[in-house]
Nanobody, 124 residues
């Protein structure tokens, strides 16, 4: 079982930037994929980006491609999501999640462990 803790959320203006962190703990982390998902008020959860801890393969949703960057610090067991420039439609609660197959995807049902989420309101 993997435990995940997100941090770094907060109010940001359109055009601004933010870096979210997902600190992971547990066994066999090197075999997992870590994904970022978000859920806006009244909307379904949406996959944003994913990185495989096996080989650093990354994957992005079309809505964030070119604006968001996922990366990881192996020594700190932490995955980051750099977001710039942010748009109002990026508003939501951002969650990180872990997939034991290590294969990048944005299919939420593949991810068995989830963090508690961090709020990202994008507004002027």
């Amino acid at each position: 079982q993997v435990q995940l803790v997100e941090s770094g959320g907060g109010l940001v203006q359109p055009g601004g930037s933010l870096r979210l962190s997902c600190a992971a703990s547990g066994s066999f982390l090197e075999y997992y994929a870590i994904g970022w998902f978000r859920q806006a008020p009244g909307k379904e959860r949406e996959g944003v980006s994913c990185i495989s801890l096996r080989d650093d393969t990354t994957y992005y949703a079309d809505s964030v491609k070119g604006r968001f960057t996922i990366s990881r610090d192996q020594a700190k067991n932490t995955v980051y999501l750099e977001m710039k420039p942010l748009k109002p439609e990026d508003t939501g609660v951002y969650y990180c999640a872990a997939d034991p197959t290590g294969i990048v995807s944005l299919k939420a049902s593949n991810f068995g462990s989830w963090g508690q989420g961090t709020q990202v309101p994008v507004s002027s």
